[in-house]
């Protein structure tokens, strides 16, 4: 199970509850780049650019999607890359949605987010303008957050689970 979303959809926080109620783990890609790395996302943004960031990035996820058969939680832009997009065609993939409000409150406007630094708001919206088609793409299961909890959150892709196995 794969979780995707932009940033403030709850991808880490839903994936460790997910996690926990499948009894297996979670495996987050930016803690994988940062443990890599031995620094901060952000420190990795303005050190040595997006474009490096995003090779560490697809790395990251190849080896989380080949070594690990839990909950795998992507970075927001993981999408973008067009081999990631084929790794993930064969594999449920869950979108988790989120609202403008929703998102801009669990990142916070003091968010040390690269992409989202200056102007949040607007970055957020060209962000989702950019990737919503590739999230849509990638996804056998959306689920929208709006007003509900990680744990309601996770039960829902559950119950989304349950669905499509029957």
């Not at 995003?54 to 080949?66: K, P, T």
């Amino acid at each position: 199970m794969v979780l995707v979303g932009p940033p403030g959809s709850g991808k880490s926080t839903v994936g460790a509850v997910l996690a926990e109620r499948l009894g297996t783990t979670l495996r987050d890609t930016d803690t994988d780049i940062e443990q890599g790395a031995g620094r901060a996302i952000p420190d990795i943004f303005v050190e040595d650019g997006e474009a490096h960031f995003r090779a560490l990035e697809a790395a990251a996820v190849r080896a989380a999607l080949s070594g690990h058969d839990g909950v795998v939680s992507l970075g927001g832009g993981a999408v973008l890359d067009a081999g990631t997009r084929a790794l993930l065609a064969p594999l449920p993939v869950v979108f988790l949605q989120v609202a403008l409000p929703d998102a801009i409150r669990r990142v916070g406007l003091d968010s040390a987010r690269p992409l989202l630094a200056v102007n949040p708001r607007q970055q957020w919206r060209a962000l989702m303008e950019a990737r919503l088609p590739l999230y849509e793409e990638v996804a056998s299961t959306v689920i929208d957050t709006e007003g509900l909890t990680p744990e309601e959150v996770a039960q829902a892709i559950v119950d989304a689970m349950e669905l499509t196995a029957a």
